[in-house]
T-cell receptor
Framework: AQSVTQLDSQVPVFEEAPVELRCNYS??????LFWYVQYPNQGLQLLLK??????LVKGINGFEAEFNKSQTSFHLRKPSVHISDTAEYFC????????????FGSGTRLSIRP | DAGVIQSPRHEVTEMGQEVTLRCKPI?????LFWYRQTMMRGLELLIY????????DSGMPEDRFSAKMPNASFSTLKIQPSEPRDSAVYFC??????????FGPGTRLTVL
């Protein structure tokens, strides 16, 4: 079985400051990894994904994430946040063996202060 | 591309009534998923289809819930009879052969 842990339920950050949203996963098999963003009153939008290859993945809106297999982590980073980044961010995994089922973390609410 | 389309966007109904939620996936996507999101339980996968065939419905909470996908461009999620604890935002998502799901805007259901 797989599980995803997002340790921080809320992260407040000042505008133009850097941010890191943490994600750790547990799985006995290889997995694909994702970050989704949910803006208020909207559905989830794919931010970036790691399937294979380079462990540093760049996504939309200036976000990037680094896959660390030894630490089973996939932390999301942005060097300088904007008010428009205020949203909930979900880390997720899909096992290779069941390539359709996706397991989501509980989400991290990013709030940007001016 | 219009993305995943869901209707209605908001639904308010009374306990005991039948509720039907609709979804049009992105053309060419062969997987379709139904999720429910609440504050208490987060995002839960209810059921998913591959090429219109239900593959895993283990997340469907009760027999009151049913889902169909009569063709590649349409799916419904039905609750009959509805109960107040069914109040949530219901998302439909579709997925192409490569990884990464595309979510619709959701239907906010309130059962009084």
């Amino acid at each position: 079985a797989q599980s995803v842990t997002q340790l921080d339920s809320q992260v407040p950050v000042f505008e133009e400051a850097p941010v890191e949203l943490r994600c750790n996963y547990s799985s006995s098999v290889s997995v694909y990894l994702f970050w989704y963003v949910q803006y208020p009153n909207q559905g989830l939008q794919l931010l970036l994904k790691y399937l294979s290859g380079s462990t540093l993945v760049k996504g939309i809106n200036g976000f990037e994430a680094e896959f660390n297999k030894s630490q089973t982590s996939f932390h999301l980073r942005k060097p300088s946040v904007h008010i428009s980044d205020t949203a909930e961010y979900f880390c997720a995994v899909t096992p290779y063996s069941s390539a359709s089922k996706i397991i989501f973390g509980s989400g991290t609410r990013l709030s940007i202060r001016p | 591309d219009a993305g995943v389309i869901q209707s209605p966007r908001h639904e308010v109904t009374e306990m005991g009534q039948e509720v039907t939620l609709r979804c049009k996936p992105i053309s060419g996507h062969d997987y379709l998923f139904w999720y429910r999101q609440t504050m208490m339980r987060g995002l839960e996968l209810l059921i998913y289809f591959n090429n219109n065939v239900p593959i895993d419905d283990s997340g469907m909470p009760e027999d009151r819930f049913s889902a169909k996908m009569p063709n590649a461009s349409f799916s419904t999620l039905k609750i009959q009879p509805s109960e107040p604890r069914d109040s949530a935002v219901y998302f439909c998502a579709s997925r192409p052969p490569e990884q990464g799901q595309f979510f619709g805007p959701g239907t906010r259901l309130t059962v009084l």
